[in-house]
């Protein structure tokens, strides 16, 4: 959406925009626990999304997790404002509302804060980061390759 300016939380290591009241409101994601392997398999048998925040070449280099969609970092805030059909053409999955369960996930957990600071921001009420990333995913589970 043109000239639609994102507000993130401070906490998500945002340099420059911090987040007036979202500490106060109880969204920031300071301190909150990730998910862990187990959370995330568990989570995945139920409706929620899992977005994976890293580049496309990490994916196609490494694999990803199983039943996750891909959207780098850089274009997460674009994508979580895009037209329902938009969303679906391009990651061909259907556009999450903002009280869907979401996860995010990297490579070791930085990125996935980010993402979790962008959509909170932009008022999804029901995201978690899985902190481990892909990293801690291949200790208990194979990838999936691309």
Same mark, same amino acid.
């Given at each position: 959406m043109p000239g639609r300016k994102l507000i993130a939380c401070e906490c998500a290591e945002v340099?420059?925009? +911090?987040?007036?009241?979202?500490?106060?409101?109880?969204?920031? +994601?300071?301190?909150a626990p990730g998910l862990s392997s187990q959370q995330l398999k568990d989570l995945k048998s139920s409706n929620v999304l899992h977005i994976d925040v890293r580049e496309r070449w990490e994916i196609e280099k490494f694999g990803k997790i199983p039943a996750s969609i891909n959207i780098p970092l850089g274009e997460l805030v674009e994508a979580l404002q895009m037209d329902?059909?938009?969303f679906k053409e391009q990651y061909n999955q259907k556009m999450p509302a903002k009280s869907d369960p979401v996860v995010?996930?990297?490579?070791?957990?930085k990125r996935s804060k980010q993402a979790l600071g962008f959509a909170m921001?932009?008022?999804?009420s029901r995201v978690q980061q899985y902190s481990g990333?892909?990293?801690?995913?291949?200790?208990?589970?194979?990838?999936?390759?691309?």
């Open positions: 340099s420059s925009v +911090s987040c007036p009241g979202a500490a106060g409101r109880g969204l920031c +994601s300071r301190g329902p059909a938009e995010f996930s990297c490579l070791a957990g921001s932009l008022g999804f990333g892909f990293e801690d995913w291949v200790k208990h589970e194979p990838p999936e390759k691309k």
